[in-house]
């Protein structure tokens, strides 16, 4: 991903600073462009991060393979009850 | 049999079983058919047996085999343990030591004796099972394992979740049903392992080092359900300990409930009272995250919002009292010079809307494809409406200022003094070229003027006025 941001914590902790920046001083229109392109690049960082997990439960056996793990396991109740609906 | 109470009531009835008494049929048994009948009433009779007492003559022999005798004051019980069952202890069976044990009754043959087969073997109090828990627990400690400073941050953002537990127990359902409804698109990978039993802690200690080094796991559970002290035992050992300890990515113990405390859960990262508030700790950080990059990207988008709101009014009132209008009047006075000075106040204008323009146009596409989620929809919506209207807004300016320099342009054409010359038309000036003369009373005869006509000059001398 972009090589500018570190990682998510790393890129909230800048957007905090951008929106402080752009709440408080009354910036050249210039810079406050530049500084709210920023501020969208860190937040979609964090959304493609938080989006970036896969819905999926997988098993690791003896052998140290990866295996899809058995239907029992991947539904609960909840899922359950929302097809049932 | 006669209860002791009967005895003051009723003199004693004779035996029914007298050796002289006659016996119609008289059946001898055998030394070995009588034990096997003893053998067969007690063993039917006592089949889950569990008593108390103290251990002695308590030998464990090569076969494996424990053989011991258990007593109280009045009386002793012969008792065998065997191998498979010996291995399960957890502390050295010793002589004089206060046990409860627990098997089924069976007679030795050999030797007469009947005699308890031994399958559990308690001390009493689980004084032994504390011992080796303070033990191992003082050795860890002092070697720092327990250290507040070795203790690491579980991560905003696990990638891949780690659980190491048991599949049949009822630790990995919770935790599943937890992080599916707290965090839907978890990536959860499990590596089962036994959890209680024989071998179970070399088990548990092989499944953490398995999963540390699976690539993308940035946190692990490991634990199970509740369980009695010995269930639990497996989260007491050494080896177990040291394997958490060792893995390379924050941990989080989860054994059994509230009140079971295990060396693991001195050693883990952090310790969950249950399975389910592991994981409700996994996504605990993960919801803070969440809830703050929402509302940061609210307040960018707020802040941004005014922003345009407030370019939108300055434009509204260039709109209105751009200089024009004066520049229309003055062009007709001030010709070519006044005609070019509008012409590059229009592209200085223009020049301006179109970087404004760029810049609104930038700034679309950033509102456009910043994604927010639902909540955020609206405000977007409201921005493309208001990034619209600027748009014609300034479209129209533009415009307007386009048919104003056209028509100025015409009026000037129309006007110019060289075009009226054109048409056959002379302009008479002083000698020093600083006043026309609109009167010929204005001049004497052989006064000197200046006459120009569409293309040159003249220098006159009046002959008559």
Not at chain 2, 24 to 47: A, C, H, Y
Not at chain 2, 101 to 113: F, I, M, N, Q
Not at chain 2, 119 to 139: S, T, V, W
Not at chain 2, 404 to 413: F, H, T, Y
Request: proline fraction near 4%; hydrophobic fraction near 40%.
């Amino acid at each position: 991903m972009d090589p500018t941001i570190k990682d998510f914590e790393a890129a909230i902790a800048e957007l905090e600073s951008i929106v402080k920046k752009l709440e408080e001083g009354d910036l050249p229109l210039e810079t406050s462009l530049q500084l709210y392109e920023r501020g969208v690049q860190l937040s979609r960082f964090c959304h493609a991060r938080l989006e970036e997990a896969e819905r999926r439960i997988e098993i690791l056996n003896e052998r140290g393979q990866l295996r899809p793990a058995p239907e029992a396991f991947g539904e609960d109740d909840e899922t359950k009850s929302k097809v049932k609906s | 049999m006669r209860s002791l109470f009967d005895m003051p009531f009723e003199e004693p009835e004779p035996e029914r079983l007298e050796p002289e008494s006659p016996a119609p049929r008289r059946r001898i048994l055998t030394v070995s058919e009588l034990t096997g009948k003893v053998r067969m009433l007690l063993e039917d009779r006592f089949t889950d047996v569990w008593v108390e007492g103290e251990l002695s003559n308590c030998r464990v022999w090569n076969t494996g085999h424990m053989y011991f005798t258990l007593k109280d004051g009045g009386a002793q019980i012969r008792g065998v343990m065997f191998r498979s069952a010996v291995r399960t202890l957890r502390f050295k069976a010793q002589d004089g030591l206060r046990v409860v044990a627990r098997g089924r009754l069976t007679v030795y043959d050999a030797k007469g004796e009947y005699q308890i087969l031994c399958e559990h073997l308690e001390p009493e109090g689980l004084g032994a099972l504390q011992l080796a828990f303070d033990q191992l627990k003082r050795r860890l400690s002092s070697e720092g394992l327990f250290d507040e400073r070795r203790k690491r941050r579980l991560p905003a953002l696990p990638r891949k979740i780690g659980v190491v537990t048991s599949l049949e127990g009822a630790a990995v359902r919770d935790i599943i049903q937890v992080l599916r409804r707290r965090y839907p698109n978890a990536h959860i990978v499990i590596r089962p392992t036994r959890v209680q039993g024989e071998g179970a802690a070399l088990d548990i200690a092989r499944a953490m080092a398995a999963i540390g080094k699976v690539a993308g796991i940035d946190v692990v559970i490991v634990g199970r359900g509740g369980g009695s002290i010995e269930d639990l035992w497996a989260f007491n050992e050494e080896v177990t300990a040291r394997a958490i300890a060792g893995c390379p990515v924050p941990t989080i113990s989860a054994v059994g409930h509230e009140t079971d405390v295990t060396i693991a859960d001195f050693v883990a990262d952090l310790r969950a009272p249950t399975p389910s508030a592991a994981a409700e700790m996994v996504v605990a950080r993960r919801d803070d995250f969440c809830a703050r990059l929402d509302q940061l990207a609210h307040r960018v988008n707020a802040t941004m919002l005014t922003r345009l709101h407030r370019c939108e009014s300055r434009l509204r009132t260039l709109e209105a009292r751009s200089g024009y209008t004066g520049v229309r009047g003055r062009m007709a006075m001030r010709g070519r010079y006044v005609a070019d000075l509008a012409h590059a106040l229009g592209r200085a204008v223009r020049a301006r809307m179109a970087a404004r323009e760029r810049s609104y146009q930038t700034m679309r596409l950033s509102l456009e494809t910043f994604d927010l989620r639902r909540r955020l929809a609206r405000i977007r919506s409201r921005l493309i409406e208001v990034d619209g209207r600027l748009s014609v807004a300034s479209a129209q300016t533009r415009h307007r200022a386009d048919r104003q320099l056209r028509s100025a342009a015409a009026r000037l054409e129309a006007l110019s003094p060289l075009a009226v010359l054109g048409r056959g038309y002379a302009v008479c000036w002083n000698a020093e070229r600083t006043a026309i003369i609109r009167d010929a009373a204005a001049v004497a005869a052989g006064d000197r003027v200046r006459v120009t006509l569409a293309r040159g000059e003249l220098a006159c001398e009046v002959k008559k006025s």
